[in-house]
């Protein structure tokens, strides 16, 4: 976490907050150090890049702490570096307190990604209370130690921004687009209509923001709105009355929970024609652009325009970022490997932020308009006195009624079973709580339900809970979803203490059975995270099925494990777009996949994978495939859309707007590898193989020859065959490939208007090659040849065809009569850049000429010569004449079985190199069942033998080969010897 303290000098503090210890970080690594006033982040994939920034203030609380009894944490002594929540308030919270008893503002922002303690530090958890709370407190200990000549009003706000929305969290009703903010030459902008509370109590305080939690979390889960995207603003408006001098002084304190800084790039998502336009956040975004501009004028720029209109929270922040104010900026990061780009891009943003340097200032007047000022102040001074009396009179009686209630849900908890809710935000879990009273009660949607429950998926009746002396079940009705521990169930089934429940789509409770069943088991085991990676587990998804665990530490690989989590944190995310576009009819299924990289890799390297979304429309059964950004990106939109539809609202959009629509696109089905060893002996390679998806399963077979040839396109014999791939250097080849056939297209078997292309890229051709569209047909005939030509054979052409394989891509096309891919097939294509090619080409022309010149008159000389030793010829003994030819002759033979063996061994290697791959691919089943997985490693090993046995016997082939030949080459020695 890191502070800028942005008052009339420029201080900048960084607070690294804990890790939290989860079972899946198991693996993570810390990436950030801290030394005196300095931060240094270290580059995961590349540990020897360090980079460091330099703050005023850094606070360190990852390492150094243990509970005590009151469940603090604290520091374990005087070498441990651990800055707790006093400590910060000691740094902060006192400066802010301050500035309000002078009569400045003071504001306090905190910025991060999601997750890294921007909460934990401004509201605090349990025993860990964070500036907020404690700021409060002070504030409320040090008013009832003042003398009696002062009268001293607090009032409270809470609100929340959500989608530029104002949200007023202490009014229990909604007001539909939220309240209006509205400006006013003397306050600037304000919230029409917001509540503000009149509190003389700490106590009074902590009632509200814990009513105000609770609306949050209500509108979290029956809105669909996700707390990480909103921004929470306290504000507290302090007012100090002298009454002997008739004046007061004024200060109002924000505190504001920003929402979480990540996703604010839509990084990866440029290809998606939505993005434009989109803001994840609008507010965060504009705040961005408004420190900039500070920035920029801090440094002498001249700036025109601050755009603090742009925005909602920038609106209501302006007096605290324009000037008159003390403003504070917490920047939370995480520690953690996988965070390493978000904490990178947060501190940086710190470093941006502390170029911003403000002035507070104070007013001066003159004496006759004090005076006149004065008086004013007196007559205003009575007024506000009478009014706040009685406003806070009805405060303290809603207060307790308040109390009243709370008291109430703190008897019910000891005597009745409950839901408690689970949220994604750690903030907000654990504080809705719905009884399970003796007998049946029903929970669902609508309003004659004994438990009144929204959100998405949820039905009108969604189940009964039943209780029976203590024993309580849960039945759902008819298609409804209940998932109780990771499985939907369909039948009556008895909850036990500490059950997970999951109704609708992603409707979280952890159910707490009746006092006699509870243990003092740690309840805080039970978050969200828990109930996805169960949920996972349970559809066959964990970590240990991505495989990979490194052999050096045996811990997962860091990418892998991020894997996992972009998994665990989509997967709700894909349950809630399918129930949004079920509720819109908008006919769409979102699928999560693994994507392997290692099929688009020419070297065949393997580990690289990341989360894909597939989307296929269930009527057209049209595919597209998301990235990850693309899909959260448009999981926004769907959400806007969505509280329209809520809202009652026209929900009409036009199909460009529309985050359910995409034009057809042509999918990647799947990838094959070509090795091209067989080129650099110029070998004609004929190939069947299987093209794979990113899962590893069969998506067609492909026929496909790589033919070297002449340059005028006649195909090389066995003769032509070279021995030694050096001897290709600086010399042209030529090859075609040919694609002959697919067969048995998947993509193809069921769908009437689809159709395939195939595709592969070789070497340094800028453009890949793609053969002509076919359609419907199962089995499609292709028959395309290309020609290919490299010029000059240089040592990493070889290099490459050696090392390489030429990967060779199914690509499916949808509707027809709709795009395909551009292609170019049959025609001859350079392997080198083209510009430099016609120049190469020119001078080449040029020296050939030269050359021809010249052996013309060397082809006269020796013209003349050959007919002189014609002539010797003849004279010759015929028996010798024999012998040589018969020499040479054997030489001929040798090279061509050489080759042959060869060229045997290379195809036997190609069709091992098929196998390894599939083998290397080939997944254990999903299901926990041992018979399959008995099945599953029977046949692997079958595989295994197989592989063996046939390398075996392909080198053993290749040895005995060349030992004939050798054989065959000593003999005919010895008898030319002879
Ligand atoms: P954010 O608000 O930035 O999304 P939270 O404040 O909710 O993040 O923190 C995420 C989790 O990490 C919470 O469970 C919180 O209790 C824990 N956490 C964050 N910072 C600390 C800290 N300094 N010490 C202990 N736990 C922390
Ligand atoms: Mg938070």
């Known amino acids: 976490m890191c502070i800028w303290n942005l008052t009339n000098c420029h201080r900048v503090d960084i607070v690294i907050t804990i890790l939290p210890q989860r079972e899946q970080d198991a693996g993570s690594q810390c990436v950030i150090s801290m030394n005196a006033n300095s931060t240094s982040i270290c580059d995961p994939k590349n540990p020897g890049h360090v980079k460091t920034f330099t703050f005023d203030l850094a606070y360190w609380s990852h390492s150094g702490f243990l509970k005590d009894e009151d469940g603090r944490l604290v520091s374990t002594g005087s070498n441990s570096r651990y800055a707790g929540q006093r400590e910060i308030f000691r740094d902060l919270g006192q400066g802010v307190l301050d500035s309000a008893w002078q009569g400045y503002n003071a504001t306090l922002l ?29 504030l409320f200990k040090a008013i009832h130690n003042q003398e009696q000549n002062k009268q001293y009003q607090v009032t409270f706000s809470m609100l929340e921004i959500y989608n530029e929305q104002v949200i007023d969290l202490l009014s229990k009703t909604k007001k539909r687009g939220g309240l209006k903010v509205r ?17 003389d109590s700490y106590a009074q305080i902590e009632r509200l923001m814990e009513q105000g939690t609770k609306i949050r979390t209500t509108a979290s889960t029956s809105m669909n ?111 953690a490997d996988m965070c390493y780009e978000e904490t990178l891009s947060t501190l940086r943003y710190a470093e941006r932020y502390s170029f911003v340097v403000f002035h507070c200032f104070s007013l001066s007047l003159p004496p006759e308009e004090l005076q006149y000022l004065l008086v004013e102040n007196e007559r205003h001074i009575q007024t506000i006195r009478v009014t706040w009396e009685s406003q806070l009179e009805e405060a303290r009686k809603e207060w307790e009624q308040q109390y009243a209630a709370i008291t109430q849900e703190r008897r019910m908890m000891e005597t009745f079973p409950y839901l408690l809710n689970i949220n994604e935000d750690p903030q907000l879990s654990g504080v809705l709580k719905h009884f399970i009273q ?43 979803m209940v998932i109780v521990n990771g499985v939907p169930v369909t039948v009556k089934t008895k909850l036990q203490h500490l059950d997970r429940i999951i109704l609708g789509s992603n409707t979280a409770y952890l159910y707490i059975g009746p006092p006699a069943e509870r243990t003092n088991k740690d309840l805080l085991r039970y978050d969200y995270d828990f109930f996805q990676s169960e949920l996972a587990a349970a559809d066959g998804f964990s970590i240990d099925k991505l495989g990979a665990v490194s052999s050096k530490d045996g811990k997962p690989d860091p990418s892998v494990l991020a894997v996992f989590h972009d998994y665990i944190k989509l997967m709700p995310l894909v349950a809630e777009a399918n129930q949004m576009s079920e509720e819109l009819n908008k006919d769409l299924k979102f699928e999560l996949k693994v994507k392997n990289l290692a099929s688009s890799d020419s070297r065949g390297y393997d580990l690289q994978k990341e989360i894909i979304v597939k989307v296929m429309h269930k009527i057209t059964k049209q595919v597209w495939v998301w990235s990850k950004a693309k899909f959260i990106n448009r999981k926004f939109l769907m959400e806007e ?53 990113f899962e590893g399963q069969e998506e067609a077979v492909v026929l496909i020859n790589v033919v070297p040839c002449s340059s005028d396109g006649r195909a090389f014999e066995e003769d032509d065959v070279v021995i030694d791939p050096l001897e290709l250097l600086g010399r042209q080849i030529d090859f075609q490939i040919h694609i002959v056939q697919c067969l048995g297209v998947r993509w193809l078997r069921d769908v009437s208007d689809r159709g395939i292309q195939i595709g592969y890229r070789i070497y340094d051709l800028p453009r890949p090659v793609y053969t002509k569209p076919v359609w419907k047909n199962v089995n499609p005939k292709i028959e395309e040849r290309t020609h290919f030509s490299a010029l000059t054979v240089s040592h990493d052409f070889l290099n490459y065809l050696q090392k390489n394989a030429l990967i060779v891509d199914l690509w499916g096309l949808q509707g027809i009569s709709l795009q395909c891919i551009f292609f170019i097939c049959g025609c001859f294509l350079w392997l080198q850049d083209a510009p430099n090619q016609m120049s190469k080409l020119y001078t080449k022309l040029l020296k050939l000429e030269q050359e021809t010149e010249l052996l013309r008159d060397i082809n006269r000389a020796l013209r003349e010569e050959n007919i002189f030793l014609k002539e010797q010829l003849k004279k010759w003994d015929t028996g010798h004449h024999e012998r040589t ?94």
């Open 110 to 138: 905190a910025y991060g990604q999601t997750g890294s303690g921007k909460s934990y530090s401004m509201i605090g958890c349990g025993a860990n209370r964070g500036i907020i709370p404690i700021v409060c407190e002070e």
């Open 225 to 335: 709105v996700t707390s990480s995207r909103s921004h929470m603003v306290i504000t507290i408006q302090f007012k100090q009355i002298f009454l002997d001098e008739e004046i007061t002084k004024q200060s109002v304190i924000n505190l504001v929970d920003l929402a979480g800084s990540e996703r604010q790039k839509s990084s990866g998502s440029e290809g998606d024609r939505l993005r434009e336009g989109t803001h994840v956040n609008l507010s965060l975004a504009m705040l961005g652009n408004v420190i900039s501009a500070l920035a920029e004028m801090a440094v002498g720029k001249k700036v025109l325009h601050i755009p603090y209109r742009d925005s909602v929270l920038t609106k209501l922040l302006q007096s605290a970022l324009g000037g008159n104010s003390k403003t504070i900026m917490i920047a939370a990061i995480s520690p």
């Open 438 to 480: 003796d007998g049946a009660s029903d929970v669902g949607q609508s309003a004659s339900n004994a438990i009144v429950l929204k959100g998405l998926g949820i039905m009108d009746k969604q189940a009964t809970f039943t209780n029976t002396d203590g024993k309580v079940t849960i039945t759902p009705w008819d298609k409804s």
């Open 885 to 978: 030819h018969q020499l040479c002759h054997y030489r001929t033979s040798y090279d061509s079985d050489f080759a042959k063996a060869l060229k045997v061994f290379y195809q036997n290697m190609n069709v091992l190199r098929g196998q390894f791959l599939k083998l290397k691919h080939s997944k254990p089943p999903v299901e926990d069942n041992l018979q399959m997985l008995r099945l599953f490693t029977e046949r692997q090993s079958c595989m295994l033998k197989d592989f063996g046995e046939q390398l075996e016997s392909s080198i053993c082939k290749l040895k005995n080969d060349v030992a004939l030949i050798v054989k065959k080459k000593r003999e005919s020695i010895a008898y030319s010897k002879h």
């Open 641 to 693: 859309l969505y509280q329209h539809f809520l809202d009652g609202e026209d929900m009409h959009v036009e199909q460009d707007n529309d985050p359910f629509w995409d034009p057809v696109e042509v999918i990647h089905l799947g990838s094959a590898h070509i090795w091209l060893q067989s080129l650099a002996y110029c070998m004609k390679l004929e190939e069947q193989t299987e093209l794979l998806n």
């Open 183 to 199: 400006e006013d030459h003397q306050q600037g902008f304000y919230v029409d209509g917001l509540k503000q509370v009149p509190c």
